[in-house]
């Protein structure tokens, strides 16, 4: 395994200063880079309010981050092309043990690596927020990936606490994005076809499917309702299950009238700084009680 004692985080948005504080927690020196000094002041008030302050290193000079570097944690927009330069940069700048990571939610590794020298370095190593909060990791192979890589990276998660899967399939949305949008697409028809109010969609994932999944994962509870129940069931619901392929006219019309959700004031429901706030303290509040006793692998 890759013995790590520096840790360069490439990219200071709210996933990047939370990645940061993980890796501070750990133990390493850590170096969190942005273009920005506007992004890295933003990220300074994030990683000291999480008691890292003095543990993270500030930087908009590329090199200075990855210097002496022994793992990578990319953390730009989901931007193919930018993705792509800022890697190549990085495997120009790194030495040849470095551990090269992307934060992707939705971009192939496999056309992420493919702008690499060296393709087989690059691994997905995709996290979830607050990433100082969620106990998983999800480790998302490319189609050169090598299997040294990957076991570094399962160890390394080891190492911060961090449970993890790996996506051995280079797919777009990898495991967990993939289930998220398939009950978000469902979500979505509920409401536009007027079955359920948002208020209530949202209330019965929280209050019924959102306690039985944090016990339990699907397959499992289908093994407690019973395979034969299930198949009657499925063989009635699933060919009446949305497969639209775009989002809602009304949803695109919100995003176009800059209705984006928390960040600016009004999305499904109308948020203040105050409410927006209190709503992600509880969102981690409850994170932290149903993971609190979660095992490592």
């Not at 040849?96 to 690059?122: D, F, G, K, M």
């Amino acid at each position: 395994m890759v013995q790590i004692k520096k840790v360069a985080v490439v990219g200071a948005g709210t996933m990047g200063a939370r990645i940061a504080v993980v890796m501070a927690r750990a133990g390493y020196r850590v170096s969190l880079w942005s273009r920005s000094e506007s992004t890295l002041d933003k990220a300074r008030a994030i990683v000291a309010s999480l008691g890292a302050g003095e543990a993270v290193e500030f930087t908009t000079s590329f090199e200075a981050c990855l210097s002496n570097a022994d793992l990578v944690s990319e953390n730009v927009a989901e931007d193919v092309a930018l993705k792509q330069h800022v890697l190549q940069d990085v495997e120009r700048l790194v030495s040849e043990n470095c551990v090269i990571t992307t934060n992707t939610s939705s971009v192939s590794i496999t056309l992420l690596a493919s702008a690499l020298s060296q393709p087989e370095r690059l691994i997905g190593m995709h996290w979830f927020n607050p990433a100082d909060t969620m106990p998983m990791i999800e480790i998302v192979r490319g189609a050169q990936t090598g299997d040294d890589i990957c076991q570094n990276v399962r160890d390394i998660c080891q190492q911060l606490g961090k449970e993890t899967i790996v996506v051995n399939q280079d797919i777009p949305g990898f495991i967990i994005n993939r289930l998220q949008y398939a009950m978000l697409r469902e979500a979505l028809y509920l409401v536009d076809a007027g079955i359920g109010s948002v208020e209530d969609v949202d209330r019965a994932v929280q209050r019924t499917l959102a306690p039985r999944w944090a016990a339990m994962g699907p397959m499992k509870l289908m093994d407690f309702a019973g395979l034969d129940t299930v198949e009657k069931v499925a063989g009635i619901l699933l060919p009446e299950l949305d497969n639209s392929g775009e989002l809602p006219a009304w949803l695109k019309a919100k995003v176009a009238d800059g209705k984006l959700g928390a960040k600016s004031g009004e999305g499904f429901y109308a948020w203040t700084a105050e409410t927006a706030a209190a709503g992600m303290r509880h969102r981690d509040d409850i994170v932290r009680q149903l993971t609190g006793g979660a095992g490592h692998e």
